[in-house]
């Protein structure tokens, strides 16, 4: 039995074309894609059937011969695909792996909303994080907990982490890590620099018809992770008219929030959220906004290293 390299052989030395056409095609039909998909077609594609679906041929081995060279092709992001329809050759397009991995990435990248975050947070993975010390395996435990057991119950309040410890110890990079690993589960997070976030609300009073609607919209979020509270004094107005109201509305809807802070809760109470920029003691504000943090996580300890370049 004659191969189907053969048989095309036979095609183009009778058909009497030109040199360069019958060059062209020679290349076509040498083709491996090209003699699998004829081979195992042959009981659906006639002499005639292929002669007409020539043009397609080449038009196949054309442009995965440009994707193989990183070329510009007809359809970026795409590979074509032989396929029979009313017995004829025609071509269909499917996307390539590398197209869809990137869209991947991009989804994912659009699932985590970062506000004045470090560059880190979008690498960040738990596969990536540092538990050389008894503390961070403790943490990287309770995240991936909460992860699995988020997915598994999404209507379930589940009380998110306050991580607490040194700079550079990787609480931010953990909070990263959380995030990108719901964004592979088609859930969102945001994660907001609370200092920076507070210098632009302040800065926007008077100025900005969009301050409640900013304000709003991070309540509002589905999963909310608050970095480095406590890195700054707060004045009596960040304090119980922006992070209060945050507060409040996540804990009346129960929706899951995470932190990060150079001190534990005991530490961030009185030391920071009772006393405002004017020196003023307010420990029962100081209280009332305790309460909603604990309510809404659970604090963990981080030590090690100091991990930030030197």
């Known amino acids: 039995m004659e191969s189907i390299g053969d048989v095309i052989q036979k095609r183009l030395k009778n058909r009497n074309l030109g040199p360069a ?38 038009e196949f081995v054309n442009e995965k011969q440009k994707i193989a060279k990183g070329e510009p092709t007809f359809a970026p992001g795409y590979e074509p695909v032989l396929v029979v329809s009313n017995q004829l050759i025609d071509i269909s397009y499917k996307q390539t ?31 990536k994080f540092d538990f050389d010390e008894e503390s961070r395996v403790n943490a990287l435990k309770k995240a991936i907990d909460f992860v699995d057991q988020y997915r598994e119950h999404p209507d379930v309040f589940h009380p998110g982490l306050y991580l ?10 953990l909070l990263g890590a959380i995030a990108n690993e719901l964004a592979k589960f088609n859930i969102t997070s945001t994660m907001l620099h609370f200092p920076s976030f507070a210098v632009e609300m302040r800065n926007s009073i008077g100025t900005d018809e969009r301050t409640a609607d900013k304000l709003n919209s991070i309540k509002q979020a589905n999963i909310l992770m608050l970095d480095d509270i406590g890195a700054d004094s707060m004045s009596a107005w960040i304090r ?62 981080m030590a090690g290293d100091n991990r930030r370049p030197k």
Request: net charge neutral.
């Open 21 to 58: 056409y019958e060059k062209l095609m020679k290349s076509v039909y040498d083709d491996s894609d090209v003699q699998a998909f004829l081979t195992a077609n042959q009981a659906v594609l006639d002499k005639t059937s292929i002669e007409r679906g020539e043009a397609k041929l080449y």
């Open 97 to 127: 792996k590398a197209f869809q991995a990137q869209q991947q990435a991009s989804q994912m990248k659009q699932r985590v909303h970062s506000i004045s975050m470090p560059k880190l947070v979008k690498q960040a993975t738990f596969e």
């Open 164 to 173: 607490y410890g040194n700079f550079g110890v990787g609480k931010t990079y």
């Open 240 to 301: 119980d008219d922006v992070l209060g109201v945050i507060l409040e509305y996540r804990m009346q809807e129960e929706l899951p929030t995470f932190f990060s802070s150079n001190f534990d809760m005991a530490t961030f109470e009185k030391e920071h959220l009772a006393v405002t920029t004017k020196g003023d003691v307010e420990a029962l504000k100081a209280k009332r906004i305790m309460e909603r943090i604990r309510f809404l996580s659970r604090e963990v300890t």
